[in-house]
């Protein structure tokens, strides 16, 4: 038993040394052939070593996160340290359903957001639990970040993706955003209570043990706003979560229900709400202020932002 602190040690078979090589390498780990291994693999938090008799060890701060991924997938992730060696007869069995650029085996949960960049409009956030059948008809589908997809194209993605999926979406409109965030005083810990709550209804709906989230702060900020089904499976939150297919359907959700929300708010004021921060949603919202007040602002924009102040 290897009792250091952050150090994983198990076993692989050299049929997969192939696999494994591939798995760091989309990592962007940095590889080396010391003697006595097959390789070992370099990545920021840790080093992953794959020895000739056959022993793998993994260290450094990043390693309950690199074992979670790829090895353990039902073991804890946030604010876990290994102290001792997690035997597993066959690393290959946790990631064989795993398609290119998902990050966890089905089924599992992606949750992500969207509006939380836009003066205008609500923030919406949204889950999608997805088996593996789903998944792979999703991505055939042309599923991905919902920000390299134009409007049109993620409003078609949407009706394929609750039809395939089980899902669960919260709007909070402008004056509730703004109301929340006076009283969170914090625009990640605001994010934290919405994707608990979108996983909390989700895990009511259909049990799971594993949920993705793109990584918005730190992992105990979200970690602590977790209810009590959400406490009870592994989140893997990680930086460019949408490469993952069910966070990437989460995505396509929200900013589909994002666009139908800004754009029925433009029309009951009838005045374009533009998205985004930009000199044209400054412009807007000028034009906004001298027609309806700028006290009016409250209902179809988030406050806290510059973009506010600017608005005389």
Not at 10 to 24: D, G, H, M, Q, T
Request: charged content about 25%; aromatic content about 10%.
């Amino acid at each position: 038993m290897n009792n250091q602190q952050n150090t994983y040690t198990s076993k692989f078979l050299p049929a997969e040394i192939e696999k494994f090589k591939n798995i760091f390498k989309n990592e962007n780990a940095r590889f080396s052939t010391p003697q006595y291994m097959h390789f070992q693999a370099k990545g920021e938090g840790y080093t992953v070593s794959f020895y000739t008799s056959g022993k793998l060890v993994i260290q450094g701060k990043r390693t309950a996160e690199i074992v979670s991924k790829y090895f353990e997938p039902d073991m804890p992730h946030a604010g876990f340290v290994l102290t001792q060696n997690l035997n597993i007869q066959n690393p290959a069995q946790v990631t064989q359903n795993v398609s290119a650029g998902d990050i966890a085996p089905y089924p599992h949960i992606g949750i992500d957001e969207s509006g939380k960049g836009d003066f205008f409009g609500p923030l919406v956030i949204a889950g999608a639990f997805l088996d593996e059948s789903a998944a792979q008809t999703l991505s055939k589908a042309g599923v991905c970040d919902s920000k390299k997809l134009d409007d049109k194209k993620i409003l078609e993605l949407e009706n394929l993706i609750k039809e395939v999926s089980t899902f669960d979406i919260i709007a909070i409109s402008p004056s509730k955003y703004n109301e929340l965030y006076a009283k969170f005083k914090n625009l990640n810990k605001l994010l934290a209570w919405g994707h608990s709550t979108v996983l909390e209804n989700l895990l009511g709906k259909k049990p799971c043990k594993i949920a993705i989230s793109d990584k918005f702060a730190d992992d105990a900020v979200i970690q602590s706003a977790l209810k009590e089904r959400g406490k009870s499976i592994k989140l893997i939150q990680q930086t460019k979560a949408e490469a993952d297919t069910a966070v990437a359907a989460a995505s396509i959700l929200a900013r589909a229900e994002f666009v139908k929300r800004i754009s029925n708010l433009s029309a009951q004021y009838g005045i374009n709400l533009p998205k985004g921060a930009s000199n044209l949603v400054l412009e807007q919202g000028q034009k906004f202020a001298e027609k309806y007040g700028r006290g009016e602002l409250k209902n179809v924009a988030k406050l806290h932002f510059k973009t506010y102040l600017s608005i005389v």
